[in-house]
């Protein structure tokens, strides 16, 4: 059973429409939510990290907001150059260890066509 | 600073063959990880290091060693090569452990025939 659920796996959208990416966990101990953009053939970009319920954050055209169950990612009249793959990542304590651990969602693949 | 870099990338090896996967990071952080992305799969963790001459298991680790002699290098051996290794390998790194960001390299992209 996946823990990290993005929706959806895949969003087309026109330039300037905004919308929102979603992503849910079912996991207990959360210590951290962070979402990533990665770009076709390179690695994961950091954008935010978010702690609590009802923390937001803002980076340009892109909103990040975090409840008890899940998070959106909100994007604002969105560009061509927004295309990316935006994965959801969730941080937990384990028990005995103090590295934690981090769990993927498998991605949303944005695409904004001018 | 180049952050996190990774070498080759690219590489395809027979069945059976092994090799190393470079790792690399210039940011002075302690903490260093190596993940597989499967097409359509969430990044998965393979072997993470708290600090020179520390490394521990992650959650797919069979297949796979990992050493770390220094701070800024951690590479991930791969022994017997199969074909269920053909991924995107991902190195990353980060200051602390806990709930902080994880720097990634470029990745590399190993295909086992």
């Known amino acids: 059973e996946d823990q990290v659920t993005q929706s959806p796996e895949a969003l087309r959208l026109q330039e300037g429409e905004s919308s929102s990416l979603n992503c849910s966990y079912t996991?207990?101990?959360?210590?951290?939510l962070f979402w990533y953009r990665q770009d076709p053939g390179k690695g994961p970009e950091f954008l935010f990290t978010l702690y609590s319920a009802g923390e937001e954050k803002e980076k340009e055209r892109l909103k990040a907001t975090l409840t008890k169950k899940e998070s959106f990612l909100h994007i604002t009249a969105p560009k061509p150059e927004d295309s990316a793959t935006y994965l959801c990542a969730v941080h937990l304590a384990i028990y005995g260890g103090s590295q934690g651990n981090l769990i993927f969602g498998k991605g949303t693949k944005l695409s904004v066509k001018p | 600073n180049a952050g996190v870099t990774q070498t080759p990338k690219f590489r395809i090896l027979k069945i059976g063959q092994s090799m190393t996967l470079q790792c690399t990071q210039d940011?002075?952080?302690?903490?260093m990880y190596w993940y597989r992305q499967d097409p359509g799969m969430g990044l998965k963790l393979i072997y993470y290091?708290?600090?020179?001459?520390?490394?521990d298991k992650g959650e797919v680790p069979n297949g796979y060693n990992v050493s770390r002699s220094t701070t800024e290098d951690f590479p991930l051996r791969l022994e017997l090569a199969a074909p269920s290794q053909t991924s995107v390998y991902f190195c990353?790194?980060?200051?602390?452990?806990?709930?902080?960001?994880?720097?990634f390299g470029p990745g590399t992209r190993l295909t086992v025939t």
């Open positions: 990353a790194s980060s200051y602390v452990s806990g709930p902080y960001e994880q720097y």
């Open positions: 290091s708290v600090g020179a001459g520390i490394t």
């Open positions: 996991v207990s101990g959360l210590r951290g």
């Open positions: 940011m002075n952080h302690n903490y």
